[in-house]
């Protein structure tokens, strides 16, 4: 092989590695933020993906932020949604995809969870709420709905006995007059 035709090789090696270096990243980022140490276990077992007249039905576990299809795909999830329903990570759901696009969502089953109390924080833009030594991601559609603000004491939802990079927010404890 000429030298050409490796320094060829070799580019086209590196640049195989970069796209999967990015799409993993990616992968990541959806499960919260690189700086929360610890990656959350997903279940993936008995989900499907399937075709019911025109609509596409999607099996998916909700990742905290977004859902991973049982197509291997990553879907949006509206924060409101996520929100108002107490998703927690872990949860499995199926969305159908309707002809014109439009998506309905349904919870098939919910992931057993424990509740903690925690303080809600922010780093960076992203707002978090430390609990028990450890910190989690929350969806800001949580902090306005439930009209939190840094420095409050809220209860959370989150994955008995798994790992988690997100919290799910049930409540602002009141503050003692």
């Known amino acids: 092989m000429t030298d050409s035709k490796k320094i060829v090789a070799v580019r086209d090696l590196i640049e195989s590695a970069q796209k999967s270096i990015t799409t993993a990243r990616k992968i990541l980022s959806t499960m919260g933020d690189e700086e929360i140490s610890g990656e959350t276990e997903v279940d993936m077992s008995g989900l499907q993906s399937y075709k019911s007249g025109p609509n596409k039905i999607v099996e998916w576990v909700f990742t905290g932020e977004n859902m991973l299809g049982s197509d291997g795909n990553m ?9 108002k329903s107490h998703l927690v990570q872990g949860s ?8 014109d696009g439009k998506i309905t969502y349904k919870i098939i089953e919910e992931i057993v969870y424990d509740t903690q109390v925690g303080l809600i924080t922010m780093n960076r833009d992203k707002y978090q709420v430390v609990s028990e030594g450890k910190t989690y991601n929350v969806l800001t559609a949580s902090i306005t709905f439930l009209k939190a603000n840094i420095g409050d004491s809220v209860s959370l939802r989150l994955p008995q ?3 988690a990079t997100y919290a799910t927010l049930e409540a602002v404890i009141p503050k003692e007059v």
Do not use: D, M, W
Not at 75 to 83: E, L, T
Not at 92 to 99: D, E, G, Q, S
């Open 161 to 163: 006995g798994k790992e």
């Open 75 to 83: 879907y949006p999830v509206p924060q409101n949604y996520a929100s």
């Open 92 to 99: 499995k759901l199926k969305a159908t995809i309707a002809a």
